[in-house]
């Protein structure tokens, strides 16, 4: 267990030690089970975090304001359209002064070569936790939620050697960023999973984050692989993740447009090949091909007709309800270790 916790940024789990990690599901524990036995759990009375939003959100705002409130603090909602940064604030800037307003800052910047890099940014000019609530790159709330959900269906020790395939699959609700498939194919491995990435030609993940997926392999137990065979993914499988997430290659070389009500969508060339890979989905037929006790996630929102029949995510093995719930545990646990700490 680790005490000294306060003031520490989370951007990525990857910059945070097996021990953090694991306290940090301690806590969410605890705080999971104080809720439900209403026992008031008030540890950060009085602080304040600030949440920037550069993107939509369901659960990352309101696990997180909710919990704030939770744990005593106050949650300042911030929607970056209607701040300053429109008119030259920098993340300097805004790091500077928000930090010196309150407790923690937090911040969901998805833009494609910027999102993580400005929240970086801020940062390093914050006296108080940066948290990361999604970028371009990662989604650490989100791969803290759904290692605590594995771990709490197939139990805390017993994650070494489960199959895990995360599986891409064809969506046109919205162009989703790589930064849930890439935290979870850092992340498992670490806790010995076996873990399956599968997806299309054109779908792959930057090379570095597969190479640092087989260093935490090594490292832990687990181990990665990389299928173009949907079938496969879900044969025999313990967990299996089937979701949308875009090209970042796509992204990286700008093959996106802007379309007439100036938002930004894909070239034609990209649109075609989303298209021809109408058929990665998640029917009832292939969910029949993992284990007995399998379970599926989906970080959400879904693409109910496009990525998921509803007879598999409102069926048996369905876990999204427990995997979103747990968004508020451990963003809790996150907040009450971080907060508190100035420098
Ligand atoms: N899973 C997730 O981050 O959901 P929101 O986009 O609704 O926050």
């Known amino acids: 267990m680790v005490t000294n916790m306060a003031g520490k940024h989370l951007i990525t789990l990857q910059e945070w030690t097996k021990q953090e990690i694991d306290t940090c599901l301690d806590t969410a524990y605890d705080l999971k089970l104080k809720m439900a036995r209403r026992i008031p759990h008030a540890s950060l009375r009085d602080e304040t975090v600030f949440m920037m939003f550069f993107d ?10 909710a919990g704030a409130t939770q744990l005593g603090a106050h949650a300042h909602f ?75 269906h197939f139990g805390r020790t017993q ?12 969506a046109t609700t919205h162009k989703k960023p790589i930064s849930v498939p890439l935290t979870q194919a850092l992340l498992f491995p670490r806790y010995g999973m076996e873990v399956t990435l599968a997806y299309p030609e054109g779908y792959e993940l930057p090379e570095w984050v597969i190479e640092q997926a087989r260093a935490n392999a090594e490292e832990n137990g687990g181990s990665i692989r990389i299928s173009h065979d949907i079938r496969q993914a879900f044969e025999d499988a313990d967990v299996v993740i089937p979701k949308n997430w ?32 109408q058929s990665w989905k998640c029917p009832q037929e292939l969910m029949d091909l993992t284990s007995a006790h399998s379970i599926y996630m989906h970080a959400l929102p879904a693409d109910r007709v496009n990525e998921v029949e509803d007879s598999v995510i409102d069926g048996p093995h369905s876990i999204i309800y427990q995997e979103a719930e747990n968004r508020l545990h451990t963003v809790k646990a996150v907040m009450d270790l971080t907060m508190g700490g100035r420098r």
């Open 56 to 65: 939509e959100s369901t659960r990352t705002r309101n696990s997180t304001e």
């Open 78 to 152: 911030l929607d970056a359209s209607k701040m300053q940064i429109q008119h030259g604030d920098s993340a300097k800037d805004t790091a500077m002064i928000l930090s010196s307003y309150g407790h923690a800052i937090a911040c969901r910047h998805c833009g494609w070569g910027t999102g993580n890099s400005y929240i970086r940014e801020m940062a390093k000019y914050s006296r108080v936790p940066v948290l990361n609530l999604q970028c371009d790159l990662y989604h650490p709330m989100q791969g803290l939620a759904d290692l605590m959900t594995i771990q709490e």
């Open 159 to 170: 994650t070494r050697g489960l199959k895990v395939s995360v599986i891409w699959c064809y």
């Open 246 to 277: 875009g090209s970042w290659y796509a992204d990286s070389k700008k093959e996106t447009v802007e379309n007439r009500e100036g938002n930004t969508t894909l070239t034609e060339k990209e649109l075609e090949k989303l298209a021809r890979n």
